[in-house]
């Protein structure tokens, strides 16, 4: 074999063996599975936290969020949200069976949304438990703060489905349960389905 020859033949070899190992890499996906069925709180969200930036940190490429919960914490879950939205990492979301309230927040962190035919969300205004205030202006002071969490819900929904924040207004005002079907085509989610686990997946459960 001449020079040439045999310069062709290794850049062939070199070629085939870089492919070789792109599909071997390609082919082994670290995916994460996690059951989040508690209520948002900041021991549930501290301990989902961790887990994260474990996965992260462990080099795994996507991430499924099984959610069954009935909310929390509004504050809490928009900062998840936006926490979630950063990572370097695909993110399916996936109502198991309710996503109430500020859940509806970590389930909009999905690239892709999931629920299953038998699920439903529910939004409602927001609600706190305050101390006892004793004059006009604390009251004020808690009242803009609920109007001013309303407004963060609705804008958080609006700019991540096709509906506008005034359908969202309403529907938060009105207290609406939302099935499966009628979330589809408000945006909220992108198919109705479920997820289906593989042998290599890691599990997490937070209860």
């Not at 099984?66 to 695909?90: T, V, W, Y």
Request: glycine letters at 4%.
């Amino acid at each position: 074999m001449n020079y040439r020859g045999c310069f062709v033949f290794k850049l062939i070899t070199h070629i085939l063996a870089f492919n070789m190992e792109t599909t071997v890499q390609t082919e082994i996906k670290k995916r994460a599975l996690f059951l989040f069925q508690a209520q948002i709180d900041p021991q549930s969200g501290g301990i989902f936290c961790d887990k994260l930036e474990t996965c992260v940190n462990d080099g795994f490429s996507e991430l499924f969020l099984l959610l069954n919960s009935p909310g929390g914490s509004l504050r809490l879950a928009l900062g998840i949200l936006n926490f979630l939205e950063l990572l370097p990492i695909k993110i399916t979301t996936c109502n198991m069976s309710s996503c109430d309230s500020a859940a509806i927040l970590l389930f909009l962190a999905g690239k892709h949304r999931i629920c299953t035919p038998q699920s439903r969300f529910w939004i409602h205004p927001v609600f706190k438990e305050s101390p006892i205030v004793h004059t006009e202006d604390e009251l004020q002071v808690e009242l803009n703060c609920l109007r001013q969490d309303n407004q963060a819900v609705v804008e958080a929904i609006a700019a991540r489905t096709n509906q506008n924040i005034p359908i969202w207004s309403t529907a938060m005002l009105n207290k609406t349960f939302i099935s499966a079907v009628d979330a589809k085509e408000l945006g909220l989610v992108h198919s109705i389905g479920r997820i289906v686990p593989q042998s290599s997946d890691k599990f997490y459960t937070i209860c």
